[in-house]
């Protein structure tokens, strides 16, 4: 079995932006199993988002939106006093594959697009236990059949203890591969770890990059 590895974070906009490409590359891969490692892009963030930086990853976000042509909502970051904090939506993630038994990855997968969506199409604050506990009960649900979830108990995993340790780990993981951007893909083969993809990629170079490492 093809096994990959997303190193990636929800809230990162170009990993938004290869979202299209990971899912058409995969359907050329059907039988892979994906695996998430969350990066914490902006991890434990305290800071509020000054006008500065705000500019500069709305700036981001266009060239995302030109070149993927997926939508960006205006409210996504419009309160006052915004804090860009991505480790709640990367505990989301964890949170789903902890809870799921689908050893595919598919979905977490569809938890992490579904936290994209929420947060860059529809401008939600994924940021809030709440939110993030809805969008991902549904993506999961309709992965894995209507009503294997319910929100009450995914939300309650979500904020324990142990999805926050978990969570770190993820972010640990990342680091201790030198993994420092996102999205990166990762192709395991013959005990070690190829890189498919740093940064957007297409599916065309991603098919490319994934036949000639396994047809050498």
């Given amino acids: 079995m093809t096994q990959l590895i997303y190193v990636a974070d929800p809230m990162c906009s170009w990993c938004y932006g290869f979202g299209p490409e990971l899912l058409a590359f995969l359907d050329t891969v059907p039988h892979?199993?994906?695996?998430?490692?969350m990066g914490g892009l902006r991890a434990y963030n305290k800071q509020v988002l000054d006008d500065a930086t705000r500019t500069s990853i709305m700036g981001h976000w266009q060239q995302v939106a030109e070149r993927?042509?997926?939508p960006f909502s205006d409210s996504a970051m419009p309160q006052p006093g915004f804090v860009y904090d991505t480790e709640p939506a990367c505990r989301a993630v964890v949170t789903a594959r902890t809870l799921t038994d689908d050893d595919t990855g598919r979905s977490a997968l569809a938890v992490f697009h579904a936290?994209?969506?929420?947060?860059?199409?529809?401008?939600?604050?994924?940021r809030d236990p709440a939110v993030l506990s809805e969008l991902a009960v549904a993506a999961m649900n309709k992965v894995e059949g209507e009503g294997s979830f319910d929100v009450a108990s995914f939300a309650e995993t979500l904020v324990?203890?142990?999805a926050m340790s978990d969570a770190r780990e993820h972010f640990e993981q990342a680091k201790n591969w030198g993994i420092r951007g996102f999205p990166a893909?990762?192709?395991?083969?013959?005990?070690?770890?190829?890189?498919?993809?740093?940064?957007?990629t297409t599916r065309?170079?991603?098919?490319?990059t994934f036949q000639a490492l396994t047809q050498q």
């Avoid at 936290?115 to 994924?126: I, N």
């Avoid at 893909?185 to 957007?200: F, I, K, N, R, T």
Wanted: charged share 15%; hydrophobic share 45%.
């Fill in 115 to 126: 936290v994209q969506h929420g947060f860059y199409a529809q401008g939600r604050d994924v």
């Fill in 160 to 162: 324990s203890p142990m």
């Fill in 185 to 200: 893909l990762l192709l395991v083969h013959e005990g070690a770890l190829h890189m498919l993809a740093s940064g957007y």
């Fill in 204 to 208: 065309d170079d991603l098919i490319s």
């Fill in 32 to 37: 892979a199993k994906i695996d998430l490692i």
């Fill in 68 to 70: 993927s042509g997926l």
